[in-house]
């Protein structure tokens, strides 16, 4: 499975700061407003996160089209830094979409500071090939939505005039 180079390398910078953007990953009601590709929701009930070196993140991602499609993705942290590092084995089982068997990948993601209070994140991910490129979309749409949620995470609560 592992070889030397991820075949998923993804950097972006997100404009809202790291301590937020840690959270976003690690917290699952933050998590729980992201995470997918599009089209793809997580029940709040089946998300649990024990986020810690020899911890895990649990969730299952349900497709808005085919129902029956129920994704469980179960990560082994082996190396985490709060607010800079999350790594682990991933692996995924479930009622997988046709053509796409189980399967593990590490999966690597770094939070880096970036002026004016950015974050740079990184993510590497070592995968089967034949997932490659709907992992790597999955990622994009996912990171989309998570720009997005950082922007109303952001956005004061607008001014309510009392008369």
Do not use: C, K
Not at 18 to 41: C, E, K, M, N, Q
Not at 143 to 149: C, M
Request: aromatic letters at 6%; zero cysteines; hydrophobic letters at 35%.
């Amino acid at each position: 499975m592992h070889t030397e180079v991820p075949q998923i390398d993804i950097s972006r910078v997100l404009d809202a700061p790291r301590g937020l953007v840690y959270r976003a990953f690690t917290d699952p009601d933050h998590f729980v407003a992201w995470w997918g590709p599009i089209g793809h929701s997580l029940p709040r009930t089946e998300i649990e996160f024990d986020v810690r070196p020899g911890g895990h993140q649990r969730w299952t991602e349900v497709s808005a089209a085919n129902p029956g499609v129920r994704v469980h993705v179960h990560v082994d942290l082996t190396d985490v830094t709060d607010g800079e590092l999350l790594d682990g084995l991933m692996h995924v089982t479930g009622r997988l979409p046709d053509g796409v068997e189980a399967f593990e990948t590490r999966v690597r993601v770094e939070f880096h500071d970036e002026a004016p209070g950015r974050t740079r994140l990184t993510i590497h991910q070592w995968l089967p090939q034949q997932v490659t490129g709907n992992a790597e979309q999955g990622w994009l749409e996912a990171l989309t939505t998570l720009d997005a949620a950082l922007i109303d995470t952001r956005t004061p609560p607008s001014r309510v005039e009392v008369q």
